[in-house]
């Protein structure tokens, strides 16, 4: 195989110490990180200053999905914060005196209360979760994946960002400016009563969506259009086909809570009327419009995280996903699907109980293809070669919570069941089990296998198992409960249960969940820190044994162009059996070598896997 | 293992200097002057100076721009679709009223406009035509007539919102119009503006529909007898609303006619906004044609501005008939 | 596990607790309060049927992934996997198994939706009117009873909710009822209670500040004792010395949420140092007896210093002379002001003064024209 390239001449100085030990002709001298770099002979402040600029206004897909990660991270810690904030308040019943004020068991006021889980529950969604796997993984390594240079339109991608960015300031705003108490649902016509702050909020979110509009575009175009040759779309990752799906949810259903936001505006500003019933206006076609988009919203948030733990469970079972047709397929049937039953919000609405029929039972329909998924992950571990390393323990997680999530998710879908639990704890616990047990557990799954790739560095194994055992013991402590007093009839978005006193243990067991949670999702933030160290010792290119195309041929981390030759793809993304054979040590079993960047293997590199 | 020898153009690192801090930037933008050339990227490769270094080739690149564009105007689609949908559920909930509502809008004006916005896709799409056959000049011509036309478009809906604000026709709940106020085309046609209907101001604890007034309608084809029109349904409102909603089926002083009238301001607004931004894109266009940016071999721009300004076209095809004439 | 049995047999007994005290109740159980309405136990057994079958479905899910991890844990770096061809059987099977059990899961909710939403045609139907932030529900006859209810043992009741203000929604756990309840129209939702007792209502749909403190009572009484009331008026709710009657009014219609009494700032201006305070909107320039009365019924035209476009909710038509008289008087009481009068009940008022209040007024117009 070595005479069917030509060998690139070597740059003997150009080399860094740490690249030494990636095969001849392919160490990473262009490492997206640090290259483009201001010249050499800036100085000083400039040098920072142009450091700067060099990334904030890089076109680098690279560049923009770290970017992103660091937002979405601090937004994560903002909401994260609000949360501990609730479950604080809800500690203890509240005292009252005779005249009915409150004297203790509170940290906080009942309108600060309604703006506290209010802004909680926007930043979560629209801040972090939303951006969360598809802004920052997806487009960090969706290029590379199909092996191109970058997304179709760089430039879009960085408006993206500052689209963002001004979007989440202008929701920042809201808060300086008296705070948001609406639910981040902002059901009309209270939303139209209530402090001003709200228009700032709704527009807020508005020019997230044109991010998000943006992204989904980029990434459907991306994969229409650039893949590389021989990248068939019978080859492509489950996580490309997991963000196809969610792009193809963005770009449709963003536009409606677009206009829903903007006619709320203009509800207050100019009194419109559409939805304010004393104008003669439908309170519940708000809630139509806000659910068409907002229940799509769900699978922009899961779908994402389907994509990652396909990745998770191939890598680290070392065995070609099980049914990766029906995978891939079930992510867009899940994307279609999920337009159809908005409804399911609304059964104790007042809309016609008709269509809280057909919306039930189409919400049923759902729980197949997502069966049909978890399922198959299972069934991936079968006859493979599991590899119990953190990421993995997340994607187990995963799968066990999101299950839970799941199944409730059927729960509240059945008529006359939801009826009874509908706006109590139980949803709260549902929806938690899937966004922050399904989402979030696979973006932390995500960022630790990727993050050699991203960042060129390992971080701490056992630190990484600890901090996984915290969050799951943490968040099971947190949010189970929460299934029992909803059913009990604990109502969400309540400051305070004079009404109940009797679910006063629970309420405190979930609060110290909720902080054996932080304890644990802090030790995550540690190893990360720890790990970026500049002696943490470098990573390999393919520490996990990955058989795609950003394990197989990008340096850790990759080049600033992805690629030193467009990749030529001849085998599925998990045909790990590939890879021995192409290391020559088919027979002997050898281990997965450890780099491939389109170069004949002249050198394997050993990597302590840790399974001696 | 997966390499291969054929492809090998792309790659950015061989035979160059090393050290390329372009910020990825391969083809350039504002390289381009005159007719398209070839530039010598830093692989030493010939590129066509248009095609960004992430592309393989100009057709790829010309593909996703157009993909790109089209999924761009599904979005547009579903936000216009939003409102539409909003239209609908209301003109079932209050069929009469709304029916009377339209009766104010101006339909002459309406159609004229139509007229223009037609006219001008077709300027756009000749412009495109233009860039086609390299003929600068017919390409700008036909771009700032469009913009020509755009404009006439805005001014004329000026005139018809100006019109409006004068007579208390406004949305939601500033909408005062008041009783006897002569239609457009009552004032078009000379005819006197005598108050149309009178009612007794009483309505309290009147039962539903019952109380509406029979409709005197001086010899218009659209009389009206609003007490046909029942309580819509789902709609319970207590007995001591009614005497607010009981003249459903007429427009005057009725909040509820404010609804279609936000509707209207909100459709027709964010429609204007779309040619404002129209108008900018296809100025920019003009710009950068008479700089000669475009030609036969790339005129992407052109065609997804045409694109753009088509499906804004057809949305105000949509909006004429729902608003104005049903 | 003996808990478990004292839950069984506590279930049998269904014994009604007057109100739950503890989280552990008898009639109840885990997850869901005691059932308290001929219908309760078609939605229970349905929420049990989803529960026992998901416990199944995650058991079965979790037993095979920790015994994948386990059999095929990694053991050698070289470890190699074996090919496995996926069988057309066992993907069939995850296809139909779950498709089966939803279908059956959708019919049974279905059924007991249908079955739990449309009331006998023997209901007696009582208007409920839901307002920031309390209850006032309104009798056939006039009677008005405010966070409180009573109805008779074993009839179906239908409520008739709708709201002057805001989204709110009635929910009653022991009941599995609930409904928005929605400005400009009118929404139902019935039961029939088959034992006496008290039950406590809830409000679901977020409604502002004192979202959590919308609740009420539903007192179920025997059918004789329905009827007294009917006659008599709301027990407890006998006459009253005006100031006593204020201070009731003020924790029941939650004035106390914007208003303090010890000279604490809130939403609203507080309570201590009302009385005679200097008020631009009022005649003589002070609060006096009928300024407040007019603030508390109009608030938007009497905004007092420093709170104006404080959108306090309007109570014309929700309360009648006597009760605005009884809240003067208590404002009276609170600043040392009060009248011989006010402490003592004078002309016995009839009980039932309600009546004299004609359930008419739009409060929801206050909203409205507010902004002008
Ligand atoms: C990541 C986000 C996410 C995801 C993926 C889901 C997934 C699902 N959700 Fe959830 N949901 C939310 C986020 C999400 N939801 C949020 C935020 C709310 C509250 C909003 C608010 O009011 O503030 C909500 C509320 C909500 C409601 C309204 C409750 C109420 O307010 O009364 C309903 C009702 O039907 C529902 C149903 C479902 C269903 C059926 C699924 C399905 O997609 C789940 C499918 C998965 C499985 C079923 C598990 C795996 C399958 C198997 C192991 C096979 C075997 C299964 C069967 C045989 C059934 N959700
Ligand atoms: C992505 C979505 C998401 C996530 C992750 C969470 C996470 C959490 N939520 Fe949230 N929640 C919502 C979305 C989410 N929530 C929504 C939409 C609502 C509804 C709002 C409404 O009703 O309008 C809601 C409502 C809601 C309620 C109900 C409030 C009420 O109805 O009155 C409660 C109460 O317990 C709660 C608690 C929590 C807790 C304890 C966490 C914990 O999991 C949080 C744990 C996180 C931390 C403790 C931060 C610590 C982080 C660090 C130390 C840094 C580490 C950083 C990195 C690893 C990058 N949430
Ligand atoms: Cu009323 Cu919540
Ligand atoms: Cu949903």
């Given amino acids: ?612 | 293992m997966a390499t291969n020898p054929q492809i090998t153009v792309d790659d950015p690192h061989t035979g160059g200097d090393g050290a390329h801090h372009d910020g990825g930037h391969h083809g350039g933008d504002g390289h381009a002057h005159g007719e398209p050339h070839m530039m010598v990227g830093h692989d030493g490769e010939l590129h066509p100076s248009n095609l960004q270094f992430y592309f393989v080739s100009t057709e790829q690149q010309f593909e996703s721009a157009k993909l790109g564009m089209w999924l761009f105007l599904a979005t547009e689609i579903l936000l216009f679709g939003g409102m539409f949908v909003a239209y609908g559920i209301f003109r079932v909930l209050y069929p009469e009223l709304y029916e009377q509502a339209s009766m104010q809008l101006d339909t002459t004006l309406g159609a004229f406009n139509t007229l223009v916005l037609l006219l001008s896709s077709l300027t756009m799409a000749w412009a495109i035509r233009a860039a086609q056959m390299d003929n600068r000049k017919l390409l700008i011509q036909m771009l700032s007539a469009t913009i020509v036309l755009a404009g006439f478009f805005l001014v004329v809906k000026y005139f018809e919102y100006e019109h409006k604000y004068h007579l208390g026709i406004l949305p939601g709940e500033a909408f005062v119009l008041e009783e006897g106020t002569p239609r457009v085309e009552d004032l078009v046609e000379g005819v006197p503006a005598t108050p149309l209907i009178t009612f007794g101001e009483e309505s309290e604890g009147g039962d539903g529909g019952g109380d509406a007034a029979p409709a005197g309608e001086t010899g218009s084809a659209e009389a009206t007898p609003a007490a046909a029109s029942a309580a819509p349904a789902g709609d319970a409102a207590h007995s001591d609303d009614h005497g607010e909603y009981a003249r459903e089926g007429e427009i005057f002083s009725n909040r509820r006619a404010g609804i279609f009238f936000g509707i209207y301001y909100m459709m027709t607004g964010v429609h204007a906004i779309h040619i404002i931004i129209g108008m900018i894109a296809i100025g920019f266009l003009v710009y950068y044609s008479w700089k000669g940016k475009y030609s036969s071999v790339y005129y992407t721009p052109v065609e997804n501005v045409g694109l753009y300004w088509h499906i804004v076209d057809v949305i105000w095809i949509f909006v004429f008939p729902l608003m104005y004439l049903i | 596990m003996l808990r478990l049995a004292v839950l069984l047999q506590a279930a049998a007994d269904s014994v009604v607790l007057d109100e739950r005290t503890s989280f552990w109740t008898e009639g109840g159980s885990l997850w869901l309060p005691p059932q308290e309405s001929t219908t309760a136990h078609e939605v229970d057994s349905l929420f049990y049927f989803i529960l026992y079958t998901s416990l199944i479905l995650t058991l079965i899910v979790t037993a095979a992934m920790v015994y994948f991890v386990w059999k095929y844990r990694r053991k050698n770096n070289a470890d190699r996997p074996v090919d496995v061809i996926e069988s057309k059987w066992l993907e069939l099977s995850w296809v139909t198994i779950p498709t089966v059990l939803v279908l059956v899961v959708f019919f049974w909710g279905f059924r007991s939706y249908v079955s739990t939403s449309i009331p006998p045609s023997d209901a007696i139907t009582i208007n409920v009117k839901a307002h920031k932030w309390a209850w006032t529900f309104e009798y056939g006859n006039g009677m008005q009873g405010f966070s409180e209810v009573w109805v008779p043992v074993g009839q179906p009741i239908r409520l008739e909710m709708t709201s002057r203000d805001v989204l709110h929604s009635f929910y009653v756990p022991e009941f599995r009822i609930k409904h928005d309840v929605i400005p400009n129209r009118f929404s139902y939702v019935w039961f029939e209670a088959p034992e006496e007792g008290t039950y406590q209502v809830l409000c679901t749909e977020y409604c502002g500040t004192a979202h959590s403190n919308m609740g009420a009572k539903i007192h179920v009484v025997s059918r004789t004792e329905y009827y007294q009331i009917l006659q008599n008026g709301p027990p407890g709710q006998g006459p009253l010395p005006p100031a006593e009657l204020g201070e009731m009014l003020y924790t029941q219609r939650n004035c106390n949420t914007c208003h303090s009494i010890d000279g604490s700032a809130g939403v609203g201006p507080s309570w201590l140092g009302l009385w005679e305070a200097p008020r631009p909107g009022s005649p003589q320039g002070v609060a006096n007896e009928e300024y407040i009365a007019a603030a508390i019924l109009y608030p938007q035209e009497y905004y007092a210093p420093g709170y104006e476009g404080v959108n306090m909710p309007g109570y014309e038509g929700q309360l009648d002379e006597e009760q605005v008289a009884g809240l003067a008087a208590y404002i009276r009481l609170i600043n040392d002001a009060a009248t011989e009068s006010d402490l003592t009940l004078d002309a016995p008022a009839d009980s039932t003064g309600s009546d004299t209040a004609p359930p008419a007024g739009d409060g929801m117009d206050d909203t409205a024209t507010s902004t002008e």
């Fill in chain 1, 1 to 612: 195989m070595a005479t069917l390239t030509q060998a690139p001449p070597k740059p003997p100085k150009l080399v860094p110490r740490e690249a030494r030990a990636y095969p001849v002709g392919h160490e990473p001298v262009h490492n997206y990180l640090r290259e483009p770099r201001p010249a050499d002979d800036v100085r000083g402040l400039k040098r920072a200053w142009a450091w700067f600029k060099l990334w904030a206004l890089s076109v680098d897909h690279k560049r923009i999905g770290i970017m992103y990660l660091v937002a979405v991270s601090v937004f994560f810690t903002v909401g994260g914060l609000l949360a501990l904030g609730i479950r604080t308040e809800l500690f203890f019943v509240n005292t009252y005196d005779a005249s009915g004020a409150v004297v203790g068991g509170n940290i906080m006021g009942q309108d600060a209360y309604n703006r506290v889980f209010t802004m909680h529950g926007l930043v979560m969604v629209f801040l972090f979760i939303i951006p969360s796997i598809p802004a920052t993984m997806g487009n960090f390594l969706l290029p590379i994946m199909v092996g191109a240079k970058d997304v179709a339109f760089p430039r879009l991608n960085l408006l993206s960002l500052y689209v963002y960015m001004a979007g989440a300031i202008i929701a920042l705003i809201s808060i300086t400016t008296g705070g948001v108490d609406t639910g981040w649902t902002f059901y009309t016509p209270y939303s139209k009563e209530t402090g001003t702050a709200v228009i700032a909020m709704a527009m807020g979110a508005f020019v997230m969506g044109f991010s998000s509009i943006l992204t989904g575009l980029n990434f459907i175009v991306t994969i229409h259009k650039m893949r590389a040759p021989g990248m068939t779309w019978n080859r492509m990752p489950l996580f490309l086909w997991s963000l196809y799906a969610t792009s193809i949810v963005q770009i449709l259903a963003t536009p409606v809570i677009g206009i829903t936001l903007v006619l709320l505006v203009m509800e207050r500003v100019f009194g419109i009327g559409i939805f304010d019933p004393a104008l003669g206006g439908d309170p519940i076609l708000f809630q139509h419009f806000f659910w068409f988009y907002s229940h799509p919203a769900v699978y922009i948030m899961i779908l994402p995280a389907f994509g990652v733990i396909s990745e998770l469970m191939g890598t680290f079972s070392r065995q070609r996903v099980y049914g990766y047709r029906a995978v891939a397929l079930s992510s867009v049937a899940i994307a279609l699907l999920g337009f159809l039953v908005w409804g399911h919000h609304m059964f104790t609405s007042g809309q016609s109980p008709v269509s809280s029929v057909v919306f039930s039972l189409i919400t049923f329909l759902i729980g197949i293809p997502s069966g049909i998924k978890v399922f198959n992950w299972i069934w991936t571990m079968y006859k493979g070669s599991v590899w119990l390393k953190t990421p993995m323990i997340y994607a187990l997680t995963f799968l066990f919570l999101f299950t839970i999530g799941g199944v409730t998710g059927i729960m509240v879908g059945a008529l006359s069941v939801d009826i009874h639990l509908h706006d109590t704890y139980f949803v709260v616990a549902h929806f938690h089990y899937v966004m922050m047990g399904g989402t979030v557990m696979a973006f932390l799954g995500g960022i630790h296998y990727w993050w050699p790739k991203m960042t060129g560095k390992l971080y701490n194994e056992t630190l990484g198992k600890w901090s996984a055992l915290f969050v799951f013991v943490g968040f099971n402590m947190t949010f189970f409960i929460q299934f029992v007093m909803g059913s009990q009839g604990m109502p969400r978005r309540y400051y305070d249960y004079p009404d109940m006193p009797w679910l006063e243990p629970l309420h405190q067991a979930s609060t110290i969940g909720s902080y054996v949670l932080g304890v644990g999702l802090l030790l995550v933030l540690i190893n990360g820190l720890l790990s970026i160290r500049k002696k943490t010792p470098r990573a390999p290119g393919n520490p996990w044994g990955g058989a795609t195309l950003e394990w197989t041929h990008t340096t850790s981390p990759p080049d600033h162009h992805n690629f030193h030759h467009t990749p030529l793809v001849t085998h599925g993304p998990y045909d790990y059996e590939v890879l021995f054979r192409s290391s020559g040590d088919s027979q002997r079993g050898a281990p997965v070598p450890d780099v491939s960047v389109g170069a004949p293997q002249e050198m394997h590199v050993t990597v302590d896997d840790g399974t001696k």
